[in-house]
């Protein structure tokens, strides 16, 4: 169970540093996100209107995708049951699932530009991964 529990936090756990002056949205963080000197082209294709990872599995914790009140990683689809605005900040609650668990989370997001995305590990102080958006 912690080694679930630990790749479900790899990838969602996202408590935020300081940052912009606004607090971002979670329609602010809408679409795909590849970690930063990931290629999203790698990580997430087009189909049609939508974009989904291209092998959810094999892309590791790489990238994280946002449609509505969904945000799906490469281990767990979460969503978003409860948002907050912390100082320039986003904490929301996650409800996730994996094949096996489902787990609350609480996550939060750094957003300095429209383009870039801050994930804060909550068991490291200031210890985070940069995203970037990708234009699909």
């Not at 990931?38 to 990872?53: A, D, L, P, T």
Request: glycine share 8%.
């Amino acid at each position: 169970m912690d080694k679930i529990r630990g790749a479900v936090l790899t990838v969602f756990l996202i408590s935020l540093a300081t940052g912009g002056a606004q607090a971002a949205t979670i329609r602010e963080l809408q679409g795909a996100w590849a970690m930063k000197g990931s290629k999203c082209e790698e990580i997430f294709r087009k189909v049609g209107k939508k974009v989904e990872f291209k092998d959810r599995i094999a892309s590791t914790s790489t990238g994280l995708l946002f449609t509505g009140n969904k945000v799906a990683g490469p281990m767990a689809v979460c969503t978003v049951t409860q948002v907050r605005k912390k100082s320039s900040h986003l904490s929301a609650q996650l409800s996730c699932e994996t094949s096996m668990i489902i787990e609350e989370l609480s996550v939060g997001f750094d957003l300095p530009s429209p383009s870039e995305l801050k994930r804060f590990d909550p068991f490291g102080d200031n210890t985070y991964v940069t995203y970037q958006k990708c234009n699909l």
